[in-house]
């Protein structure tokens, strides 16, 4: 059994998030299947290139070269892929519930990424992820040496959201938006923001809930796809939660 420690994170939004931390554990086993993967992955290459050899007099040098080549660049992007285009989740952290995010709760851009990867290979020394795990441990947020230079984190799927007592205002029914709506780009993070700014929008000055809402759609409409041009502020957010929960 792993214990994970429980990160809290004040948006400016006035969101509490509890952020679960990934224990060495859990992470090590992802790390082991994306090694996995990309291990299959380079012996199909090495066959695929093989016999493109033998079939096109393709010279060993050559094969061999474009192989290192083709290596090289999928053992170091592949995390970097992964973490900047499916949101913070490699294969390996996907099938145990993990994601990489900013220390400040926001997706990893490819610098962050590109940053706290290129590192990785100092955490597997002097042998099976001994160094990285001893960081990990040591340290208050859990990181590895690449997070703590990155300034990333590796959290748990789950998080939870501390909101006041207040009247909750968002409608325990809302209609589902009409078409297709892809808010797949959508972290739970940003959903629970916009629910926090639904929930409390009736304590907030008319001129600033309009400010914040417009704020909010705007930042999180480029991530979602198929919404409707007409919908904006509010009505956009309303809308965004009835699609992301599946009403």
Known sequence: MEYDDVLTIATPEGVELHLTLAGPASRFVSAIVD???QAALLICIAIVLGIAGTGSGLSSGVAVLLWAVISFALIT???VFFEVFRSGRTPGKRLNGLRVVRVEGHPVNFLTSAIRNVIRPIDFLPSMYLLGAAVIL???KNQRIGDVIAGTLVVRERVTVRTPDVIRTVPSRV???QGAWDTSGITQEELA???Q???RRQEIDGGSRTELATTLA???RPKVTGAPADLRGEQFLVALVAAKSGR
């Open 35 to 37: 090694i996995l993967i």
């Open 77 to 79: 992007f592949y995390d």
């Open 138 to 140: 040591a340290t208050r």
């Open 175 to 177: 209609a589902v938006p």
């Open 193 to 195: 923001t916009v629910r």
């Open 197 to 199: 700014f639904l929930e």
């Open 218 to 220: 705007e930042r999180l």
